[in-house]
């Protein structure tokens, strides 16, 4: 993946999350403090500062550049995505240069997946936005395609309605909980969604074990 389509994908996951805050804010009210809507806004609006003079830029530079931005929008949000995007950035220098290939993209997920559990003390099932990362990444262990990962992603937010939270603020309603879909899960579903999108845009097609856009 190229700098420049990099860009693109984050420009375009930066336009979702801030036309959905006031979802995600509806989202947040029923079990938190109502504000991830607002945090995911501000980190959009962070991210896009921090990458608004374009430079020659390693994919690795951009998204430390990212997740600095995240780490200083602060919440709950700022450091679960810190360490995620730190996470891929120093896998992704472990990783042979090259195309974008479906092993490589399954190791950067993996790579989020852990430090975002690690730093969460969370797991799949606890109502988190890694209801939305695990699928997405197993999709993905079976050979799926990048559109394949968002869809699971998105089901997976979804199916997040029907758990009780038992990490965070949303974990002091127990079974009150449950009804509605996990704010974080949903705003992971929405970045993986957009940035299938503006990938495929990008008409990158790729083609053996690299990874599918359609």
């Known amino acids: 993946m190229s700098s420049q389509l990099l860009r693109a994908c984050v420009v375009a996951a930066a336009d979702a999350v801030e036309a959905a805050r006031d979802e995600l804010c509806r989202l947040d009210a029923a079990a938190g ?7 995911m806004a501000l980190a959009a609006r962070a991210v896009r500062q921090a990458l608004a003079d374009p430079q020659d830029e390693s994919d690795h530079e951009v998204l430390v550049k990212m997740a600095l931005a995240m780490a200083s929008v602060g919440g709950a949000s700022g450091p679960i995505y810190t360490s995620g995007l730190l996470a891929v950035a120093t896998k992704l220098d472990e990783l042979p240069p090259g195309p974008m290939t479906a092993v490589k993209m ?7 997946e852990n430090a975002i559990s690690a730093i969460g003390h969370a797991k799949p099932g606890d109502k988190t936005i890694l209801d939305a990362l695990h699928p997405a990444v197993e999709a993905l262990r079976r050979g799926q395609d990048l559109a394949a990962a968002a869809k699971a992603a ?7 309605a029907e758990m009780v939270a038992t990490i965070g603020r949303a974990s ?5 909980s449950r009804g509605l879909p996990d704010p974080g899960a949903t705003s992971l579903a929405l970045i993986l969604e957009s940035v299938h999108t503006a ?16």
Do not use: I, M, P
């Open 199 to 214: 990938a495929a845009r990008d008409d990158q097609q790729l083609a053996g074990d690299e990874v599918g856009l359609a």
């Open 106 to 112: 399954l190791a950067l997920g993996e790579a989020a």
């Open 33 to 39: 403090d109502g504000d991830h809507g607002l945090t």
């Open 172 to 176: 002091r309603l127990g079974e009150r």
């Open 154 to 160: 998105r089901a997976g937010a979804e199916a997040s």
